[in-house]
């Protein structure tokens, strides 16, 4: 493939407007450009006024939609269905408005690539004639089971078990996304999840935020009703197969940051000795919950790197960051993937959304599943009984959290216990086959190219 000729090709990028979709399909958007197509990423215009974006970050243009919210975003909705409802309004009126903008340059958008929580961005994209491209941000055993539900194969809620899908391990309720067992919970989000596929029989390609040698029985038993394409992991170059110049970081913080607190606190301490603690950018923690982590973290006596969210942070007692000496630090926000590449992490506590799990295990880091919503029990299920990259905490079902005893049992495990060591095997193990992936000629750097070669030819 002439990069010349792919350099004429446009695509636009539209994630749903959150972290931990905007990451990834930057990530794509920078391996597109790399292999010499011309790449747009959309934001919220809240986001981008907010975060105060350019018009490019590194090789990837910027460009902005309205999610119906622009001067406060998510936030400011009264309720979850008002922002869906808003957002699919805003969004198909502004992205129209968008690809028309592009009509008149001498770059005309010839393929949106969208991801699956907007099907209504496909929608747009085929009103206009473009090619239209799926891009799932979870792994492929979720989308499967999301299609298995959205093709009335499973029915909702989901009571019994062991679940049997094929190309799956058997799930118990626990391991379920938390939405095929509570529906109800948040109703308009389990709807968003099991639209997905409402049109995906549409979409002109269907790529996936995984690698093939991690979930190969999922990957090829969908790939019979629904040819998929395996692109990751979608973790920044230099981490990887480091052919991607200046590519250390995603580049779009949703909140502030200052990498240099956490990797100057970590530079001085010794090899392995810090547990790194991460919930993501959306869900929060019971007082409860909290409290019982404090207590696990302090009697596991390792050094602890903690990110909670400023909106967080007045669940700890007032006292607790005074007393915590050199213990532990707390930070707002991190550089994940900086963080769990520095030698002295030993183990990272997490909720096991996809961008985190696949992160450690391509980087080689331990994990202690904590999950809390939505995908994070099949992740975590995946994590501990199928890639044995790490353990699950327990859940005490009486009281709905989990226990100081069983957070310090699982940390000791990890950083101190023969259990440990198997797993830092497993995990090391996992990361030189997410290296291979994305190397030249390995099964997603393939697929990419496969990808951007019938884009051309259409």
């Given at each position: 493939?002439?990069?010349?000729?792919?350099?004429?090709?446009?695509?636009?990028?539209?994630?749903?407007?959150?972290?931990?979709?905007?990451?990834?399909?930057?990530?794509?958007?920078?391996?597109?450009?790399?292999?010499?197509?011309?790449?747009?990423?959309?934001?919220?215009?809240?986001?981008?006024?907010?975060?105060?974006?350019?018009?490019?970050?590194?090789?990837?243009?910027?460009?902005?939609?309205?999610?119906?919210?622009?001067?406060?975003?998510?936030?400011?909705?009264?309720?979850?269905?008002?922002?869906?409802?808003?957002?699919?309004?805003?969004?198909?009126?502004?992205?129209?408005?968008?690809?028309?903008?592009?009509?008149?340059?001498?770059?005309?958008?010839?393929?949106?690539?969208?991801?699956?929580?907007?099907?209504?961005?496909?929608?747009?994209?085929?009103?206009?004639?473009?090619?239209?491209?799926?891009?799932?941000?979870?792994?492929?055993?979720?989308?499967?089971?999301?299609?298995?539900?959205?093709?009335?194969?499973?029915?909702?809620?989901?009571?019994?078990?062991?679940?049997?899908?094929?190309?799956?391990?058997?799930?118990?309720?626990?391991?379920?996304?938390?939405?095929?067992?509570?529906?109800?919970?948040?109703?308009?989000?389990?709807?968003?999840?099991?639209?997905?596929?409402?049109?995906?029989?549409?979409?002109?390609?269907?790529?996936?935020?995984?690698?093939?040698?991690?979930?190969?029985?999922?990957?090829?038993?969908?790939?019979?009703?629904?040819?998929?394409?395996?692109?990751?992991?979608?973790?920044?170059?230099?981490?990887?197969?480091?052919?991607?110049?200046?590519?250390?970081?995603?580049?779009?913080?949703?909140?502030?940051?200052?990498?240099?607190?956490?990797?100057?606190?970590?530079?001085?301490?010794?090899?392995?000795?810090?547990?790194?603690?991460?919930?993501?950018?959306?869900?929060?923690?019971?007082?409860?919950?909290?409290?019982?982590?404090?207590?696990?973290?302090?009697?596991?006596?390792?050094?602890?790197?903690?990110?909670?969210?400023?909106?967080?942070?007045?669940?700890?007692?007032?006292?607790?960051?005074?007393?915590?000496g050199d213990k532990g630090l707390i930070v707002n926000?991190?550089?994940?993937?900086?963080?769990?590449?520095?030698?002295?992490?030993?183990?990272?506590?997490?909720?096991?959304?996809?961008?985190?799990?696949?992160?450690?295990?391509?980087?080689?880091?331990?994990?202690?599943?904590?999950?809390?919503?939505?995908?994070?029990?099949?992740?975590?299920?995946?994590?501990?009984?199928?890639?044995?990259?790490?353990?699950?905490?327990?859940?005490?079902?009486?009281?709905?959290?989990?226990?100081?005893?069983?957070?310090?049992?699982?940390?000791?495990?990890?950083?101190?216990?023969?259990?440990?060591?198997?797993?830092k095997k497993n995990v090391e193990k996992w990361s030189?086959?997410?290296?291979?992936?994305?190397?030249?000629?390995?099964?997603?750097?393939?697929?990419?190219?496969?990808?951007?070669?019938?884009?051309?030819?259409?």
């Amino acid at each position: 493939m002439e990069t010349q000729t792919a350099s004429k090709f446009h695509v636009l990028l539209v994630p749903y407007p959150g972290q931990g979709h905007v990451n990834p399909m930057m990530q794509f958007a920078r391996r597109l450009v790399s292999k010499g197509l011309k790449a747009t990423l959309v934001v919220s215009i809240f986001i981008a006024k907010s975060m105060k974006l350019g018009s490019y970050v590194g090789p990837v243009q910027l460009d902005v939609i309205s999610d119906g919210y622009d001067d406060g975003g998510f936030p400011k909705a009264n309720s979850i269905d008002t922002y869906l409802e808003r957002l699919k309004a805003a969004g198909s009126r502004t992205l129209a408005d968008l690809i028309m903008k592009y009509e008149k340059t001498p770059n005309p958008i010839d393929c949106v690539i969208y991801e699956p929580f907007l099907p209504w961005a496909l929608d747009v994209a085929k009103e206009f004639g473009l090619l239209g491209a799926a891009f799932f941000t979870q792994p492929c055993a979720v989308d499967y089971i999301y299609y298995n539900i959205q093709h009335k194969l499973l029915s909702l809620p989901i009571s019994s078990t062991p679940v049997s899908i094929p190309g799956l391990p058997l799930l118990e309720l626990r391991d379920l996304p938390s939405f095929a067992r509570l529906p109800d919970s948040y109703p308009a989000y389990a709807e968003m999840l099991i639209s997905q596929f409402s049109n995906a029989d549409k979409a002109d390609f269907v790529l996936i935020n995984t690698f093939y040698k991690l979930e190969p029985e999922a990957v090829d038993t969908m790939s019979k009703v629904c040819p998929v394409l395996t692109i990751g992991p979608t973790v920044p170059s230099i981490y990887l197969d480091k052919r991607i110049e200046d590519d250390d970081n995603y580049g779009v913080d949703l909140f502030p940051l200052d990498a240099s607190v956490s990797s100057n606190w970590l530079s001085s301490k010794p090899e392995r000795s810090v547990v790194y603690l991460s919930f993501g950018s959306f869900c929060g923690l019971s007082d409860n919950q909290m409290e019982e982590l404090l207590w696990g973290l302090k009697r596991s006596n390792f050094y602890f790197l903690w990110v909670i969210r400023a909106t967080e942070e007045a669940k700890l007692p007032k006292t607790f960051k005074e007393n915590l000496g050199d213990k532990g630090l707390i930070v707002n926000w991190s550089c994940q993937v900086k963080v769990l590449t520095n030698k002295a992490v030993g183990c990272f506590l997490t909720h096991c959304g996809w961008n985190s799990t696949i992160e450690a295990m391509s980087l080689g880091v331990p994990m202690v599943a904590m999950p809390l919503w939505s995908d994070q029990p099949v992740n975590a299920k995946l994590v501990e009984d199928v890639w044995k990259v790490g353990i699950r905490v327990k859940v005490d079902e009486e009281k709905g959290i989990v226990p100081r005893d069983e957070i310090e049992f699982c940390i000791r495990e990890i950083m101190e216990g023969e259990k440990g060591k198997e797993v830092k095997k497993n995990v090391e193990k996992w990361s030189e086959l997410a290296i291979e992936a994305v190397s030249k000629g390995g099964t997603s750097d393939k697929n990419i190219d496969e990808f951007v070669s019938k884009l051309v030819k259409t």
